[in-house]
């Protein structure tokens, strides 16, 4: 990735960090709303239409998300890359575990999917402190709604005394078999 300029006032080694910093931030978004749209179509059982329809803002926020932060590469001076085999090379996490399963399973796993995406954005925030201000203030507006969209999907799995059903899951799969409740509970790969 290289720039034949910046922003004014950024230096151009810094424009670059920021740059390579906001596409990792960006495959991240586009693969979750990818995701976002699996879940919608793949969650099945009780409480089905809830969840369905849940989801559907948090995707088009989500792209709205991606979309800030692809014209942000490019004022800065630099080629955001949003061509899905350029996402599937470079993302560090695999792909989504689950298809066909049940509303808390897949509830259980996307807590986990956005827990990786909630703290990767704020490891970018702490990076930007000394790189770009004017980014970072682009991912901490993000960062609220995101953090507020993981506990749409935590309210649907914590009980009473606040405890999160899939506490200390580390996988998506494993998140799902401990909320798996029989019926409407298939379909893991
Ligand atoms: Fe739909």
Redesign the pocket.
Known sequence: MASKYTVPGLEPGKGQKVAETLQGRLNSLLDLQLTLKHI??NVVGANFIGV?EML?PQVDAVRAMSDTLAERIATLGFEPVGTPGYIAAHRTWDDYSLNRAGTQEHLAALDLVYSGVVADHRAAIIQFDDLDLVSQDLLIAQSEQLELFQWFVRAHLEDRSGRIASEGASTEVGAAETVSSGPGSAGTR
């Open positions: 919608h179509w369905h559907d």
